[in-house]
């Protein structure tokens, strides 16, 4: 973070471009795992993965911050555990989705 301070200022980028180059710059961006994970090769890619890292004060400019915090999130966020999955798709599936349980009366 005080690399990406030092080298940009308030942390925003003024084009796509510049960010790209910033993000080329991340030791993160040559790690096994965030290239795994990240497919950024295209430029709807790159359009897709820098979007929610748009400045709210200035749309078009992007948020070097964030798009730091993005790519470490990608990369070392843990997956739902399979059994939370399970279970989503069985509440799904029984129509329970998004429906409260009442409390059973004895």
Not at 56 to 80: A, D, H, I, Q, R
């Amino acid at each position: 973070r005080a690399l990406l301070l030092s080298n940009y200022p308030g942390s925003r980028a003024v084009s796509a471009s510049e960010a790209k180059d910033a993000i080329a710059r991340f030791a993160i961006y040559d790690d096994p795992t965030f290239k795994r994970r990240v497919q950024i090769t295209t430029e709807e890619e790159w359009s897709t993965f820098l979007d929610g890292c748009r400045d709210k004060s200035e749309p078009g400019n992007y948020n070097l911050e964030l798009l730091l915090k993005k790519c470490y999130s990608s990369t070392f966020s843990m997956p739902p555990s399979p059994t939370a999955q399970i279970r989503s798709q069985r509440s799904e599936d029984n129509g329970v989705a998004g429906a409260t349980l009442s409390a059973l009366s004895v």
